[in-house]
């Protein structure tokens, strides 16, 4: 049974951003290592990515994106004004 | 359960404007066949009025506290804002009104108000029927429920939460205490 996996940004001890220290390749286990910092959008909760991933299949267009949630077109709006708020400070740090 | 107190997640815009105008109509009429007139944001009196004069003060309890709400939005919001979103929950929102109507015309309750008011005039103490006591607990639900909706409808039309938006909400109802004290 595989378990999904989810990708850890935040330190679980002191809160803190985490960063990419080594990275390997899946083919032939070629390791890379470094400090590579994460991208802002990496850092959003799993729905929220999910959010960005479906505002971009819906090419950007929140009408859409509302019919196809249930949702209303306001409710809609103001999940991505709070994902853009997210972003423009965790931005700040990046 | 989220439905019930918070609609707007589910329905804003032009789709609740057009069920909210239809509400309001239909309130409209249920008063002038009733003899009721909405006189205030929230009170409701007995007046032999016109069609047109019952239709105005339902367009107008409407309307006004929308606009402020909308002001409000302007000024508290970093989202923007559409005023279809604010008139048009809000106007969803007179469903709770016209549940609050509906059972006025009951004869039940109306025979009770009527009753009511004869003793007032009378000089008599008031003992209100039975079918008007459950009236009364009614219209209190209601009532609350409409000020929840009115409040939902602000927030998610204006993308405002938490004490913030509380508090703008409820310093908004005292604004439109106001204004339709002078209106």
Known sequence: MSVKKNFPTTC???????????????????????????????????????FVHA??????????MAVDMGLSYPTVRNILDNIIEKLNSYEENF | MK?????????????SLIFGL???????????????????YIHIGMAAAPLWKVAAMQI???????????LCGLLLSKSKIRVIDILGTTAFAQLILLLMIAPMLLPAVQN?????VAA????????????????????????????IWNY????????????????????????????CAVL
């Not at chain 2, 405002?160 to 439109?176: D, M, N, P, R, T």
Request: glycine letters at 8%.
């Open chain 1, 55 to 64: 505002f971009i299949m819906c090419s950007g267009s929140l009408k859409q």
């Open chain 2, 22 to 40: 239809l509400f309001i109509a239909t309130s409209t009429l249920l008063l002038y066949s009733g003899g009721y007139i909405q006189d205030s």
């Open chain 2, 60 to 70: 107008l309890w409407w309307i006004v506290p929308a606009g402020i709400l909308y």
């Open chain 2, 120 to 147: 007032l005039q009378s000089g008599a103490i008031p003992s209100p029927g039975m079918a008007l006591m459950i009236y009364s607990i009614w219209s209190f639900i209601c009532l609350a429920l409409f000020y």
């Open chain 2, 152 to 179: 939902n409808a602000f927030a998610v039309s204006c993308n405002v939460s938490g004490w913030k938006a509380i508090l703008a909400f409820i310093c908004v109802q005292v604004a439109i205490t106001i204004v």
């Open chain 2, 3 to 15: 439905r019930i107190f918070n609609p707007f997640h589910y329905i804003a815009g032009t789709k």
């Open chain 2, 112 to 116: 009770s108000t009527l009753e009511m």
């Open chain 1, 12 to 50: 679980p001890s002191c809160g803190g951003v985490l960063s990419v220290k080594s990275l390997q390749c899946a083919e032939c286990q070629t390791t890379v290592q470094g400090d590579f910092a994460i991208h802002p959008l990496l850092r959003l909760s799993a729905d929220e990515q999910q």
